[in-house]
């Protein structure tokens, strides 16, 4: 038997069933950590987009559209549940897709993508909307009150970096809102939003409300999905340059659009900050999830008395990284998510080295064993000296590395950090209160961590500015963006 043969088949996921996909297409979808084959993924046609869409039209019309609050957020603490004990299924299918290791989807990508169900469920609970009173010429007034009321189908095209909390970081309040959705999972991370669609099934949710369909962007599913016009609004994760083109999609009609974008993140050590603790936490931002993090920081801004010690030091836990299986408890980085990615990294590499940097460290492949050799791995990497001008310190890299500058005054680090067209998030660390506060309101970002890094309440915003999106997601931020606020007057 052949390779071929023996493949798993990724199916998409279309009225309640999974289906094959009618083009007769389908393509690879392979594991990063040993690059060999996980499943013949099938590749959704036109018609199969059209259908996924009119599923999830007619569920806005039946069981599902007439269900009370109630019964919807039980539902969706059900499916949290649901996804809580198929644990291992979802661990191992995100493992196999993106390679990354057990320790980072077992602590972050499943249970989040558990928790995204159940905190949207309890917004909708528990935000009320707001009521006036207006006083009307006969003295008897007139009262005016919101209703929300869900926005219809909803188009989800979401990302391959956590790709199960990314995506049900969006389908959670969106169903919270009564919506349904057609998700177009990343083409380099297929399975987990497959499996979903088991899970929907198990706990009762109606046919159509959850739809998956596969395949690629531009000419392809995510295309013709964005450019489709049953589709009512439409939340993205990804690309600035992706984001582009989805708003030029969603101007037919004039869809509105949720768009969580790239960032060219910046970090600031001062150097009366807490040594030990902003060591560990840039290392996690630089480096977690192979640098995989749109949140993750590629450029610090070290003050400069603590500078020579900053780089040492984060070297070292730079150097401490074990690569290999990723179901192994030891392992702690993975590889990156494909052939094409790993080529865009080592490109800055050379960059790096082409424009003079300083190689702290890696800036090559690790050594990994045997078995995994034909996997995408690169070392995580620090360089000193580069130009700010430089493209390594102003374009996402979105791999595991950093640019470490020095600074010597606030307003030269806050100025290093701002000069940039994105603004996601930044990491600031100081024992300075007053300094952290005013830092923190300077930075040009849609979140500013202060003596932290990806501590995430799902009750507060998240979002960026500038080339970093559009729009806020997250608490009642997500009401806003998934339902319609309609305001009632009744003449008393
Ligand atoms: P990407 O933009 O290449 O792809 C994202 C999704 O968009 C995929 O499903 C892809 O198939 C689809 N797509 C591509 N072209 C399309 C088109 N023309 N029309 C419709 N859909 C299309 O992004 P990626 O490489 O998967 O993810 C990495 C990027 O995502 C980085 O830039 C990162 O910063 C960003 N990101 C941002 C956030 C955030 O919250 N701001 C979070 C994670 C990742």
């Given at each position: 038997m052949n390779a071929h043969h023996e493949a798993k088949e990724t199916l998409l996921f279309i009225n309640g069933k999974h289906v094959p996909a009618t083009s007769g297409k389908s393509f690879d979808n392979v594991n990063?950590?040993?690059?060999?084959?996980?499943s013949k993924v099938h590749e959704a046609s036109r018609q199969d987009v059209d259908a996924a869409v009119r599923a999830a039209r007619e569920a806005l019309d039946g069981p599902w559209g007439r269900m009370s609050v109630e019964q919807r957020t039980t539902m969706l603490h059900a499916v949290a549940n649901e996804i809580s004990r198929r644990f291992d299924d979802f661990l191992q299918a995100e493992i196999a897709d993106t390679g990354k290791p057990r320790s980072i989807a077992s602590h972050i990508d499943i249970p989040r993508g558990a928790a995204n169900f159940k905190v949207f469920a309890d917004v909708v609970k528990n935000v009320p909307t707001e009521t006036f009173m207006l006083d009307t010429p006969d003295g008897k007034g007139a009262l005016n009150y919101g209703v929300r009321v869900p926005k219809g189908v909803v188009g989800v095209i979401s990302p391959w970096n956590l790709p199960l909390l990314l995506m049900t970081w969006k389908v959670g309040p969106a169903l919270a809102c009564g919506n349904t959705v057609v998700v177009k999972p990343s083409e380099e991370t297929p399975s987990t939003a497959t499996l979903l669609g088991e899970v929907m099934n198990a706990v009762g949710v109606?046919?159509?409300v959850y739809n998956v369909i596969h395949g690629f962007g531009p000419d392809s599913v995510g295309q013709w999905l964005t450019e489709h016009?049953?589709?009512n609004a439409i939340t993205f994760t990804g690309e600035t340059r992706t984001g582009e083109a989805i708003m030029r999609a969603a101007a037919h009609g004039v869809r509105p659009v949720s768009f969580e974008l790239g960032g060219k993140n910046a970090g600031i050590v001062f150097a009366d900050a807490d040594f030990e603790a902003a060591v560990e936490g840039i290392a996690r931002a630089a480096f977690a999830n192979t640098g995989q993090?749109?949140?993750?920081?590629e450029r610090v801004y070290v003050e400069r008395p603590i500078f020579d010690r900053f780089v040492a030091a984060l070297k070292d836990k730079a150097e401490s990284y074990k690569f290999g299986n990723?179901?192994?408890?030891?392992?702690?980085m993975g590889p990156l998510v494909s052939r094409t990615h790993m080529e865009k990294v080592r490109s800055y590499f050379a960059q790096a080295k082409e424009q003079g940097?300083?190689?702290?460290?890696?800036?090559g492949t690790p050594e990994v064993p045997r078995e995994y050799a034909e996997g995408f791995w690169v070392q995580p990497t620090i360089w000193t000296g580069?130009?700010?001008?430089s493209s390594v310190i102003r374009e996402?890299?979105?791999?595991p590395c950093v640019h470490l500058c020095p600074f010597d005054r606030e307003e030269e680090a806050v100025a290093l950090a701002n000069d940039t067209e994105y603004g996601l998030a930044t990491t600031i660390w100081t024992t300075d209160l007053a300094r952290a506060h005013r830092v923190a309101a300077r930075i040009n970002v849609g979140i500013a961590w202060v003596n932290s890094?990806?501590?995430?309440?799902?009750?507060t915003s998240f979002g960026g500015q500038g080339k970093s999106g559009i729009g806020r997601e997250g608490g009642v931020h997500s009401l806003e963006f998934y339902t319609e606020l309609r305001n009632v007057c009744v003449k008393l």
């Open positions: 990063p950590a040993t690059g060999r084959l996980v109606p046919p159509g016009p049953g589709v993090v749109c949140l993750g920081t990723p179901l192994d408890g030891e392992t702690t940097a300083t190689i702290v460290t890696g800036g580069l130009p700010e001008s996402e890299i979105f791999g890094w990806f501590l995430r309440d799902l009750r």
